[in-house]
C-alpha cells in the first residue's frame, strides 16, 4: 500500500500558486519524498524527489516539514498546461530503481 | 523522439484472445519496468527487468501474463485468455541503472476487454 495521503482533487486559478499537501506520517529516516505528475492520456512525468527542504526546479519546490510527516509541492505560478494528475511518493533513495508506489493523487484542476 | 515508445496505443479484443504489447525504452537503460493502471487509480508494479534478466514480479503478474526483454532492449508483455478486469492502461517505464532517482515513462497501451 502507498504510504502517502493526498486530497483526491484540488482547483487552482491560472497565474496563481498551487500549493498540493502529501501525508506521510509513517516516513523513514532515510526515506526520500518524490513527486510525478501524470497529464491525461499520458505516462507519469517525474518532478522533484528531496530528503529536506533544499531541493528545487523550474517546476516546482517541495516543501517537507520538520517532523518530515508531512510536505507540500508548490507550483508558484500554475499554468493550464499544469492540469494533472498529482502523486507524492516515499522511497529509500538507494533503492531508487525500484518499482515505484502510487496512491490515487490529487487531481490538479487549473481554470483561467 | 528519444523517449519511451510503446506500441500499440489502444486495443481492443474479445475476452479470451491473447494480446502482446511491445515496449522500446530509451537506448542504454538498463531497467525497465511495467506498470497496470486502471481508471481512478495510480499506476500499480507488475514486474521489471535489469537487462534481460527478470528480477521481481507482483502479485497482480497471474499465470495468464508473461513479460520478456530477450535482448536486454525491448520488452513484450503478453496477456493470455484476457478478461474484461484486464482492460487498463500498460504503462512502461525504464531507467539507466538502480542509482538513478527518475523513472522515464512511454504514453502506454489502452487495453479494452469486450
Known amino acids: 500500500d502507498a504510504k502517502t495521503t493526498q486530497p483526491p482533487s484540488m482547483d487552482c486559478a491560472e497565474g496563481r500558486a498551487a500549493n498540493l499537501p502529501c501525508n506521510h506520517s509513517?516516513?523513514?529516516?532515510?526515506?526520500?519524498v518524490y513527486w510525478y505528475r501524470q497529464i491525461h492520456s499520458q505516462g507519469p512525468q517525474y518532478i522533484i524527489h528531496?530528503?529536506?527542504n533544499n531541493e528545487t526546479n523550474e517546476m516546482a519546490s517541495p516543501i517537507i516539514t520538520e517532523d518530515r510527516k508531512s510536505s507540500t509541492l508548490i507550483l508558484p505560478h500554475a499554468t493550464l498546461r499544469d492540469t494533472a494528475v498529482y502523486y507524492c511518493i516515499v522511497r529509500v533513495v538507494h533503492q531508487a530503481g525500484t518499482a515505484l508506489i502510487f496512491g490515487k493523487g490529487t487531481t490538479l484542476s487549473v481554470s483561467s | 523522439d528519444t523517449g519511451v515508445s510503446q506500441d500499440p496505443r489502444h486495443k481492443i479484443t474479445k475476452r479470451g484472445q491473447n494480446v502482446t504489447f511491445r515496449c522500446d525504452p530509451i537506448?542504454?537503460?538498463?531497467?525497465l519496468y511495467w506498470y497496470r493502471q486502471t481508471l481512478g487509480q495510480g499506476p500499480e508494479f507488475l514486474t521489471y527487468?535489469?537487462?534481460?534478466?527478470?528480477?521481481?514480479k507482483s502479485r497482480l503478474l497471474s499465470d495468464r501474463f508473461s513479460a520478456e526483454r530477450p535482448k536486454g532492449s525491448f520488452s513484450t508483455l503478453e496477456i493470455q485468455r484476457t478478461e474484461q478486469g484486464d482492460s487498463a492502461m500498460y504503462l512502461c517505464?525504464?531507467?539507466?541503472?538502480?542509482?538513478?532517482?527518475?523513472?522515464?515513462f512511454g504514453p502506454g497501451t489502452r487495453l479494452t476487454v469486450l
Open positions: 527487468f535489469q537487462n534481460e534478466a527478470q528480477l521481481e
Open positions: 517505464a525504464s531507467t539507466p541503472d538502480l542509482s538513478y532517482n527518475e523513472q522515464f
Open positions: 537506448s542504454e537503460h538498463n531497467r
Open positions: 528531496g530528503l529536506k
Open positions: 509513517t516516513i523513514s529516516g532515510n526515506e526520500y
